[in-house]
């Protein structure tokens, strides 16, 4: 998440910024389809991993 706000906010360094949103993306899209079939599961919509978003 703070990789993201970073981005957003101009403040990754030049140069580190393509490896370092692939890394974001490596981790991030695995952990969500993850946290999506663990819902699923429970018997839930996996749309329900989106309350993990509100703070």
């Keep these: 998440?703070?990789?993201i706000?970073?981005?957003a906010?101009?403040?990754v360094p030049e140069g580190g910024s393509t490896g370092?949103?692939?890394?974001?993306l490596a981790l991030f899209?695995?952990?969500l389809a993850l946290t999506v079939r663990r819902i699923h599961d429970?018997?839930?919509s996996g749309w329900w991993a989106?309350?993990?978003l509100v703070p």
Excluded: D
């Design 29 to 31: 899209l695995p952990s």
């Design 5 to 7: 706000l970073g981005f």
């Design 42 to 44: 429970t018997g839930k």
């Design 20 to 24: 370092l949103l692939g890394l974001v």
């Design 50 to 52: 989106l309350i993990l």
């Design 9 to 11: 906010l101009g403040t």
């Design 1 to 3: 998440m703070a990789a």
